[in-house]
C-alpha cells in the first residue's frame, strides 16, 4: 500500500531529528531511526545509520546485522561497506573488515572515512606503512579531518616516530580542540630516550605537565576513546613510578569524575554471604599474549577450587576458549566505560583481579571503579597502578626487594610461589643448525629475544661493552612482530652512542615459537634487559637450559629472571653490577665447559618453574582472605 504524504513526512523529519542527535544523544536517535524502519524496514540508511551507533555502543553483532540489511538493500554502497568493515573491526575480524573498507574504496575513492577505518585495522595488522598512506589519502581528501589527523598521529606514535607524532597531535588539536588530546600531548613519552639523563628530564617534564593541567578545568566522558592511552612506557625507564602513577590517576579522576562510579552492591555490605566466592579475572589479553601465557592455566584451575566461582571478564572478546569453558561465566562487556562498568556490576564480584592494569586503555579506566569490594592487580604490567580504587597487587617475594611496598599504591601482597602457572614448552618439531637459521657460524652469539621497548639507554652501554670485550661476539635482537621498523629508533640511538659497534648489532624478523627455541639452544648465552627484564623469555630460555645473565633490577620488573634463578637455586648468572653483567656474560659465551656445566644445572633445576600447584594454593588462599572468609 503507498505510503501517505504524511508517513513519508514523519519518515523525513524524523531521520532528520536522529541525523542532529547522533552526537549529542545516541540512545535518542536510535530510537528515531528504529521508528523509522518500523515505518519502512527497506530503508537502507536507516539500518546504516543504526550500524554505526550500535557500534558505537558496543554492539557491534547487532551492527553487523544491520549493515548487511543496508548493503543487501543498497548492494555497491560505499557507506554501507564502511559500517560493515567497522562492525568487523569490532569483532576482531580484521581480514573481513578490510575486505570491506576496500570495497567502500572501490566504489568511492573519496570515501575518506573508509580510508582512515581501513588504516586503522592495517595499523593493527602491523603493516604501519600502508595505514599511513590511507591516512594521508584522507587527509589530501579532507585536509580538515581532524579524525585522519589523530589516528595518522597514533600511528606514528606505535610504530616509535615520537617527534612526528607530536607535531600530527598538535595539528589534530588545533583542527578540532580537545581535552583528550591536550592530555595526550602533555604525557606522552618517547619509546627510546637517549640517555638517563633525558629520562630524568622527561620525568620532570611530565610532573610539570600533570600539576599545569590539575590546575584547570577539563572534561573527559571516556577516556579510554578521548586520551587512549596509558603511561605504558614509564616503567621502562628504571625509576620508582608510584608519585607519578598517583598523579596520573589523580588527574584522570579531575577530569573525569565519573571513573569513580561505585558499584551498587559495593556501597553496603552483603545481607547474606553466599557459599563460593565470586571471584572476577579481567584482561584483554587471554590469549597467547603473554599475560595468558602466565595466568590462563592458573585462572582456569583456581576455577576447580570448590568455594571459589570465577567469572572470566574478557575485555578483548578473544579469550582462549579453553579458558572460558573452564569459568564458571564468560563476560564480554560493551568497550565502552559506562555499559561496561553497569555489565561488570551486575555480576556482584566479591572480588576483582585485573591480570594486568597498564597496558590497555580501556582496562586501566575501567579500574578507576568500584566493581568489587576487594580489587586487585597481578603481575602481567608488573608496576603499581596508581589508583585509589586497586586495594591490592599481588606478587610474590621471589620477585620483590626488601623495600618494595614503596613501589606501591596497593597493598602489596607477597605469595611464595611463583604467581602464575606456565607448562613447560615442548621441544621443536624439527631442531635446525645456524646456517638453517641464517646465523652466523663463526661468531659466538649472545642472544637478546626480548620486546624493543625494554631496551634502556643503561643496557645499550652493556651491549656495547660485551662487544668490545668479545671481538669474535655478536648480538641478536629482534624487530616488532607489528611494527617491523621500530628496531630503526633503537638502532638510530646505539649508533650514534657506539658507531663502530653497530655492524654486530643484528636484528633478526620476529621470530616463530619454534624459531626462536631454536634459536636459544643455538646461542652461546641469552643477555637479559636492564631494568625491565625477561619474563616468558625466561621460561622459554631456561627449558632448553640456554644460560641467561641477568641484572636484577631496582622494582619487581627488573627481576623475574632473578626470581626463576632464587627459585631453582642457581646464583651463578645473576650478576652484582653492570660491569660484573659484562663478565658473566662474556665468560660463559667464551668458556665452553662453564657454559656446559650451567646448561646441565639449569635443566636439572628448571622443573620447579613449571606447573606449579603451589601458585594456586596461595593464590586461592589470599582470595579467601581478601573476601573475608
Known amino acids: 500500500m503507498p505510503r501517505s504524504i504524511y508517513d513519508r513526512l514523519r519518515q523525513a523529519v524524523d531521520r532528520s531529528r536522529a541525523r542532529r542527535l547522533r552526537t549529542t544523544d545516541p540512545a535518542r536517535a536510535e530510537m528515531l531511526y528504529r521508528a523509522v524502519l518500523r515505518r519502512d524496514p ?40 564502511n559500517s560493515a568493515g567497522v562492525a568487523l573491526y569490532a569483532l576482531a575480524r580484521l581480514d573481513e573488515a578490510v575486505a570491506h573498507f576496500r570495497y567502500a574504496l572501490e566504489a568511492e575513492a573519496g570515501h575518506a572515512p573508509a580510508h582512515i577505518n581501513l588504516g586503522n585495522v592495517l595499523t593493527d595488522l602491523g603493516r604501519v606503512d600502508e595505514a599511513v598512506s590511507h591516512y594521508e589519502r584522507a587527509l589530501a581528501i579532507d585536509p580538515g579531518n581532524a579524525t585522519a589527523q589523530l589516528t595518522l598521529a597514533m600511528a606514528l606514535e606505535e610504530d616509535g616516530r615520537h617527534e612526528e607524532a607530536l607535531e600530527t597531535y598538535r595539528r589534530a588539536q588545533a583542527l578540532a580542540p580537545s581535552d583528550g588530546v591536550r592530555i595526550k600531548v602533555a604525557t606522552m613519552l618517547p619509546m627510546y630516550p637517549r640517555s638517563a639523563a633525558e629520562i630524568d628530564g622527561l620525568r620532570a617534564r611530565l610532573d610539570r605537565e600533570i600539576a599545569a593541567l590539575m590546575k584547570q578545568p577539563l572534561l573527559l566522558r571516556d577516556p579510554s576513546r578521548e586520551v587512549g592511552q596509558t603511561a605504558f612506557l614509564l616503567p621502562y625507564q628504571g625509576r620508582n613510578d608510584r608519585d607519578l602513577q598517583m598523579k596520573l590517576a589523580a588527574l584522570y579522576e579531575h577530569a573525569c569524575p565519573a571513573l569513580a562510579w561505585v558499584a551498587p552492591h559495593c556501597r553496603a555490605p552483603h545481607a547474606d554471604r553466599r557459599a563460593r566466592i565470586r571471584v572476577g579475572f579481567a584482561s584483554k589479553f587471554f590469549t597467547a599474549h603473554s599475560v595468558g601465557i602466565w595466568f590462563n592455566r592458573l585462572i582456569a584451575l583456581l576455577a576447580r577450587v570448590p568455594d571459589l566461582e ?24 560493551p568497550r565502552d566505560l559506562e555499559r561496561a562498568r553497569e555489565a561488570i556490576a551486575a555480576e556482584a564480584l566479591d572480588i576483582l ?5 597498564g597496558m590497555d586503555p580501556f582496562s586501566y579506566f575501567l579500574a578507576f571503579s568500584r566493581l568489587a569490594p576487594a580489587q586487585c592487580a597481578m603481575l602481567g604490567h608488573p608496576v603499581t597502578s596508581g589508583i585509589r580504587s586497586i586495594d591490592y597487587f599481588i606478587s610474590s617475594d621471589l620477585f620483590e626487594a626488601e623495600d618494595a611496598q614503596e613501589h606501591y599504591s596497593e597493598q602489596l601482597v607477597r605469595l611464595d610461589s611463583l604467581p602464575l602457572y606456565i607448562p613447560r614448552p615442548l621441544p621443536p618439531a624439527a631442531r635446525k643448525s645456524r646456517r638453517e637459521l641464517g646465523l652466523p657460524e663463526d661468531r659466538r652469539l649472545y642472544a637478546c629475544p626480548m620486546m624493543l621497548h625494554k631496551f634502556h639507554p643503561d643496557f645499550d652501554a652493556a651491549m656495547a661493552s660485551i662487544l668490545r670485550r668479545d671481538p669474535g661476539g655478536e648480538i641478536l635482537l629482534f624487530s616488532d612482530a607489528r611494527y617491523p621498523r621500530r628496531h630503526e629508533g633503537l638502532r638510530r640511538r646505539f649508533s650514534e652512542a657506539y658507531p663502530g659497534l653497530v655492524p654486530r648489532l643484528r636484528f633478526l624478523p620476529w621470530a616463530s615459537l619454534e624459531d626462536l627455541m631454536n ?13 625491565f627484564s625477561a619474563g616468558t623469555t625466561a621460561f622459554l630460555v631456561f627449558a632448553f637450559g640456554t644460560p641467561l645473565v641477568t641484572l636484577p633490577g631496582a622494582y619487581a620488573r627488573g627481576r623475574p629472571t632473578y626470581a626463576c634463578y632464587r627459585k631453582m637455586g642457581i646464583l651463578d648468572c645473576v650478576a652484582r653490577d653492570a660491569d660484573h653483567y659484562v663478565e658473566l656474560a662474556v665468560r660463559i659465551a667464551t668458556d665452553p665447559a662453564m657454559r656446559e656445566d650451567l646448561r646441565r644445572r639449569i635443566l636439572a633445576a628448571c622443573g620447579t618453574l613449571f606447573s606449579d600447584p603451589a601458585a594456586v594454593t596461595e593464590l586461592a588462599a589470599f582470595l579467601r582472605r581478601a573476601a573475608g572468609r
Open 42 to 81: 527497506a530503508d537502507a540508511d536507516a539500518h546504516r545509520e543504526l550500524s554505526d551507533l550500535a557500534c558505537a555502543r558496543g554492539a557491534a553483532d547487532d551492527a553487523l546485522q544491520h549493515a548487511r540489511q543496508a548493503l543487501r538493500l543498497r548492494p555497491g554502497s560505499a557507506d554501507a561497506h
Open 310 to 333: 570465577v567469572v572470566l571478564i574478557d575485555l578483548g572478546g578473544t579469550a582462549d576458549a579453553e579458558l572460558r569453558a573452564a569459568c564458571a561465566r564468560c563476560l564480554t562487556p
Open 353 to 357: 583481579v585485573y591480570a594486568d592494569i
Open 519 to 531: 634459536i636459544v639452544r643455538e646461542c652461546e648465552v641469552v643477555i637479559d634487559t636492564f631494568h
